[in-house]
């Protein structure tokens, strides 16, 4: 299970979606999860979905990378599906039982959200798979640059974000490590009730911490020794340029909240 989080891994590439500015692709997904939400019939969800599966095909990520992205969240998909399946009231009752009542329209929105968490949970994904740590720091501070002025620390916050997506893949690796050596000393992760699985994971929090803690202060103290000052007299080495095929991917992601927005106020 743990090796199936992908999130904060990056996949190389050349494809023209690699090539994008990180900013086109910040304000992509804003755009993308602003037409998720607006998002209200099966039209509107098939528009998302086309310009999503695009996006997959252009980049070449395989399609097996975002499914493995979503199984740990297979739980939380499932429960979010059958509540909204049991607890959305509706006129057209399919099935009647005790205090179950089952809805066309309860189905109905159980579809829609399974699929907005999915899309979603896919969209984020396909960005941080398409974009280095660095890039996303860039441009992301890019975009923030207009709330310097009212003194919010948007060099530190970026570069904090951009830590925390880099080491996410590596905390994974190192637990799964830790419980490999657990398992090989006889620990027992998988059997009994819900309160010894929990004490079980306590020979696994504790070093896991601890190589955390150990890793944030090797990689202050390697920051202090190249003379790190935050943003202050601070270069680039690949200085960030919107291109036209930035400015083209933006047009097709407003499009594409234009056309959500259009459907959903006739209700198609």
């Known amino acids: 299970m743990l090796k199936d989080i992908t999130l904060g891994q990056y996949f190389p590439g050349n494809t023209p979606v690699h090539r994008l500015d990180p900013r086109t692709k910040i304000l992509l997904v804003i755009l993308f999860i602003a037409a998720l939400f607006t998002a209200k019939s099966y039209f509107s969800y098939g528009a998302v979905i086309v310009f999503l599966a695009l996006s997959v095909a252009i980049s070449k990520i395989h399609v097996k990378a975002l499914f493995k ?17 049991l607890y959305t009231k509706g006129e057209t009752v399919l099935l009647s039982f005790w205090v179950i009542t089952i809805t066309l329209e309860g189905i109905r929105t159980a579809v ?31 975009l923030l640059n207009p709330l310097k002025k009212i003194r919010v620390p948007v060099h530190e916050l970026s570069m904090m974000m ?15 490590k830790i419980m490999s050596a657990q398992k090989a000393r006889g620990a027992d992760f998988e059997t ?6 929990a004490k079980a994971l306590l020979p696994i929090l504790v070093p896991l911490f601890v190589g955390a803690f150990r890793r944030a202060d090797e990689l202050a103290t390697a920051m202090e020794s190249r003379c790190y000052h935050g943003d202050k007299g601070r270069t680039r080495m690949k200085v960030l340029r919107m291109t036209g095929s930035d400015a083209f ?9 234009a056309g959500v927005i259009v459907l959903a106020v006739f209700g198609l």
């Open 69 to 85: 992205g979503l199984k740990p969240l297979f739980i939380i998909i499932l429960i979010t599906g059958i509540l909204n399946v």
């Open 249 to 257: 991917a933006l047009i097709l992601g407003v499009l594409l909240l």
């Open 112 to 142: 829609f959200m399974i699929l907005r968490i999915m899309l979603l949970v896919s969209g984020t994904f396909l960005m941080t798979y398409t974009t280095s740590p660095i890039a996303l720091t860039d441009g992301l501070e890019r």
């Open 192 to 197: 009994g009730g819900l309160v010894k699985r």
């Open 162 to 176: 951009s830590i925390a997506l880099r080491f996410i893949p590596t905390l994974i690796e190192e637990t799964d």
